[in-house]
């Protein structure tokens, strides 16, 4: 069964969140019936998908945020959700041990991590130690 390419006028152009910042190159056929390539500015399906997954990213972060704010973690996991970081992921940037990066997850244990790991921490997420501390951060 051949293959129906999308003509150039039929390219998708409905404005996406990321629309303003990016286009997209698809391809097409021209008049002609050759492949060109036209820039799109978003569709209306990317966009719907990328609207759910951001709102999911934004309640874990809500989620990490309550959790810190209830003594049940350390503002580490509100970071790594900001940052879309995972332990793996953290362990990676940081040089810290997985197992290391787990117990500092837990309030108790963060409270009493020396300058060197805190400072460490905070020049990964880009923020001041104070601010990593007190989960400072815009929009926070």
């Not at 039929?10 to 190159?25: A, F, M, R, W, Y």
């Not at 008049?31 to 390539?37: C, L």
Request: proline content about 4%; charged content about 25%; overall charge positive.
């Amino acid at each position: 069964m051949p293959f129906n390419a999308m003509k150039k006028e039929n390219v998708p152009q409905d404005l996406s969140s990321l629309g303003k910042i990016t286009k997209e190159v698809c391809y097409a056929t021209d008049a002609t019936g050759k492949y060109t390539t036209e820039l799109s500015k978003g569709w209306e399906v990317k966009t719907e998908a990328l609207d759910t997954a951001w709102g999911e990213v934004n309640t874990r972060i809500e989620q990490a945020r309550q959790k810190v704010m209830n003594g049940e973690a350390s503002p580490l996991l509100f970071f790594m959700e900001k940052e879309l970081m995972d332990i793996e992921i953290l362990a990676g940037y940081t040089r810290f041990w997985k197992w290391q990066i787990k117990r500092h997850l837990q309030p108790e244990v963060f409270k009493k991590l020396p300058q060197k790991k805190l400072n460490r921490y905070a020049e990964i997420f880009n923020v001041s130690v104070n601010d990593l501390i007190n989960m400072n951060v815009n929009g926070a």
